[in-house]
Structure formats: C-alpha cells, structure tokens
C-alpha cells in the first residue's frame, strides 16, 4: 500500500545568523539579552557554514549575518560566499564599524547582495550619546563608501524619546546620502531597551510629530527614497504577528549556537533551545518542542481564543508577554483585550512625565555581568 | 520615464532585486533587502525576459511562440505597468 502523504509545512525563508555578541557600539536601546556576557563560546566558521547548509536545502532564501557587530569576525565573508554561491540572498546588518574600503570589496567579491546599515541620529550629539561612542563620523563615511561600492543605500535609525524630535533632520540626512531606503525603527522593548523603557519611551506629542514629519517627506520624496515608519507596539494598540507567526518562516541563531523562532526568545523561561551542532536543522525547525511551543493558534489562552483576530495575530509578541506578565503564553498586554494592558497604559503614562526619566544604562560586557539578567 | 506603454522600451529587472528558480517553491520569485515575492508562471514567463535587451514587442512576440499563443499585447503590458510600479524593473532607453 502507498504511504499515506502528509504535506510538511514549509521550511524556514529567513535565515538570521547573529554571529557575535561583541560590538563596538553600547547602544541603550539593544534587543539582544541584557546578560549576553555570559554567553558560550562563539560558533566556528564550519559550524555556521554546516547552518547555511542545512538552512538553504529546506528553502530558505534570506540570509542575513546580525549581532553584535557582524564586522568583528573576520569570517563573514566566507560564510557570505558560501550562501549566496548555495542561492540566498545575503544580507549584511551592521552599524558599518570596522567596514574599510577592503574589507567591502571582499564581501563584494564574495557576493553580498545588500547592506543595512543603522543610524542612531542625524546629529553628532545624540548618536554619540545613545551609542556611548564616536561614531557619527564614520557613519558617515561607510554609507558613501558603500554607495560608491554600489551597493543600494538602505538606512536603519531606531527611534527614542532622546532622538525622535530630530525625525526631520535625520531624514534629510538620508537624502544628502543619497539613501533608496529608510527605515525608521521605533525602539521595541526588550532586552536592553526593556532595562532603558523609561528613558526611551516618546511621549504620545512626539510619536504623533514623528508621523506626520514622516508623511510630510513621504508625499515629497516618493519613489525617490521609500520610508517605513514601524509604529511602536506599545502605541498601536494592536498586538503584532511576532515573526510573522512562531516558527512560520524564520530561524534565527545566537552567536553560540542555539536556534530561535525569533532574535529575542532565549529570554523565555522552562524552554530548551536547541544547538544547531547536535541537532540538524531540519529537526529544529519541525519537531523541536521548542518551535512548536508557540506554533500555530491551539496553544494561545482564553483571551484570544474567543477573539475573531487570533489567525491575524498569534496573541501578539511572547517575549513582551513574557517580560510583563511574568507568563510567556498570555495574550501580549499591548492588545487592549487583555486583562494586563493597563501595564502598557503605565508606561504610557509613566513617559508623558519626565520625573521618570532614569539615565541610560549602555550595552556592555561589565554592566551585562554586573546586572545579570535576561532583561 | 516610461510606464511602459511604449512598445520599443527595453524593460531590466531593477538591481534592487534578484530574480530566479527556486526549486523549493517551484516557482520563480524576486528577491529584495530582507524580502521576497513569488511569481505565478506568467508573471515569472514574462520576468525570465527582462533582460534589457529585448523591447516589449520582443517580448510578446517570444511569449507568443514558446506558449502558442497569441494576442498576448496587453496582459504583458498590464502586467509590466504593475511591474513598474512596484519598482521591480527600470527601462533601458527606448
């Protein structure tokens, strides 16, 4: 008799390397976990290329190399060679330090598709500040060298509480720049900018200047340069399709090797997270407990199970649930159905009052092990 | 620039975009910055031509032969105004 065929669900799309935790930059408003100081030891190049392997045979086709700062391994151009050479379309996320003319032209030579580089701000103060560092120059630099390289200028600038008044000079720097692509990132809440919310946090005044600044160059600009404004969570009202669904279509890898439904999941208690060197990713991906934790809507809680918006959002972001509520299964708190929003009400409140405004804490290895914290 | 409509316009797929087979989906798709967009057959058909050297007119005419078919003029110019639009494809001079 013909073995019964059941359709597999399909493979990851999104392959997201976080190679390393290091990073020049101590930027307060950082997603990756707040202890990633005590982190193990980084994956080799083999293992990451046995990843790129693995990934590309199940049908992923983005491949992007995070951190940390990406640029401080000096392998990334061989696991870039070996992913575009297998078919992805290699994406690099960086903040452009340590990016010089040779090391461009190696990435290029090995075939980098795009290049995303972050912006704190369009002035040199508050990008200096946020980042606790002297970058803005270089900044500067690396997108001109980069333009020049070819490559199309895509820009990524999180949005604060600290830089959010100087939207409209950060745009028009864009444009000197010549960038096809902005996008205007408000801070999401976790790890290290959970630690900072309050510093953080826009008033509702300054979101709402920031949107209109944004459409005001949108109707402008049009085709010329294409802005995103990603509306803050905590704003929206409406809970986010977190990854686009748990284990969906996108696999991402901690510097030491586990592998996550999604960049900030590590935080989330009672979870085994497999290690992409005892495990194959295919396993991983369809029958870790892990990816089907959260996978689909059967395991989402009373809240949203009697709400007719459940296949629209999954219940909203696990970890925003989880840092909240102390529960990683309830309904997001940012949805106005759950019986935690008024969490997200506070700190709404809490930011229209500068009382609360603590000072920064940077992301670095000394405050990572001083703090000793996922978040 | 042009939105198409000109028969002797040679369209390129844009360099944003990367544009090939992908034996998983069985389709043809676009890759871009961090995304993707699959391609049904014809749209795929009429993409696999955008290589700016053959004018649209080029274009229907090979659609027309490998598919025997025929009258094919204004779904590929419909389907190239939509292509435009979407900054998939640049035009080489006309």
């Not at chain 1, 929206?236 to 977190?242: A, D, L, N, T």
């Not at chain 2, 989906?25 to 910055?33: C, F, I, K, N, S």
Request: include cysteine; charged fraction near 25%; aromatic fraction near 8%.
């Amino acid at each position: 008799m013909e073995p019964l065929l059941v359709p597999r669900r399909p493979g990851p799309l999104w392959l997201l390397a976080e190679v390393t935790y290091r990073c020049p930059l101590h930027c307060a408003f950082c997603y990756n976990p707040v202890d990633f100081a005590q982190a193990g030891p980084e994956l080799a190049t083999e293992d990451w290329l046995k990843v790129i392997r693995e990934a590309r045979e199940m049908g992923a086709v983005q491949f992007g190399i995070s951190g940390g700062e990406p640029l401080l391994r000096d392998d990334i151009e061989i696991l870039v060679g070996e992913a575009r050479k297998l078919g992805f379309y290699t994406n690099l996320i960086t903040s452009g330090v340590g990016l010089t003319e040779a090391r461009l032209a190696a990435l290029k030579e090995a075939g980098l598709d795009h290049i995303q580089l972050s912006f704190q701000d369009a002035t040199r103060e508050t990008n200096d500040l946020i980042t606790n560092t002297r970058s803005f120059e270089l900044k500067r630099q690396v997108a001109a060298m980069t333009k020049a390289a070819g490559y199309p200028t895509v820009i990524n600038c999180v949005l604060h509480r600290t830089n959010i008044d100087h939207l409209d000079r950060i745009i028009e720097m864009a444009v000197e720049i010549g960038a096809e692509y902005l996008e205007l990132a408000n801070t999401q809440y976790h790890g290290w900018a959970f630690l900072n919310r309050d510093a953080l946090m826009p008033t509702a005044t300054q979101l709402a200047e920031a949107e209109a600044v944004t459409e005001r160059w949108k109707a402008k600009l049009g085709k010329q340069m294409r802005i995103l404004f990603v509306t803050p969570d905590y704003q929206s009202k409406k809970p986010k399709k977190c990854m686009n669904g748990w284990g969906e279509v996108f696999l991402s890898v901690t510097p030491d090797g586990l592998a996550l439904p999604c960049h900030t999941a590590r935080m989330l208690p009672g979870l085994e997270f497999p290690d992409v060197r005892a495990h194959a990713l295919d396993w991983i991906w369809h029958d870790s407990p892990l990816f089907n934790r959260f996978r689909g809507t059967t395991w989402l809680p009373e809240t949203c199970q009697r709400c007719e918006d459940k296949e629209k959002d999954h219940g909203g972001c696990r970890c925003q649930a989880y840092m909240l509520t102390g529960k990683a299964d309830a309904t997001d708190p940012v949805c106005p159905k759950s019986p935690d929003h008024g969490l997200i009400e506070t700190a709404l409140t809490r930011a229209e009052d500068n009382r609360h405004t603590r000072p920064l804490v940077f992301r670095d290895p000394k405050a990572s092990r001083r703090l000793d914290r996922a978040f | 620039m042009s939105t198409g409509s000109t028969f002797g316009a040679r369209p390129a797929i844009n360099r944003l975009f990367r544009f090939q087979w992908e034996p998983a989906q069985q389709a043809h798709v676009l890759l871009y910055p961090e995304g993707m967009v699959k391609l049904n057959q014809s749209a795929g058909e009429i993409l696999k031509r955008c290589d700016g050297e053959r004018s649209v007119a080029e274009i229907v005419a090979d659609l027309e032969a490998a598919f025997n078919a025929s009258n094919l003029t204004a779904d590929v110019e419909a389907f190239l105004k939509m292509a435009d639009e979407q900054n998939w494809i640049t035009w080489k001079d006309e």
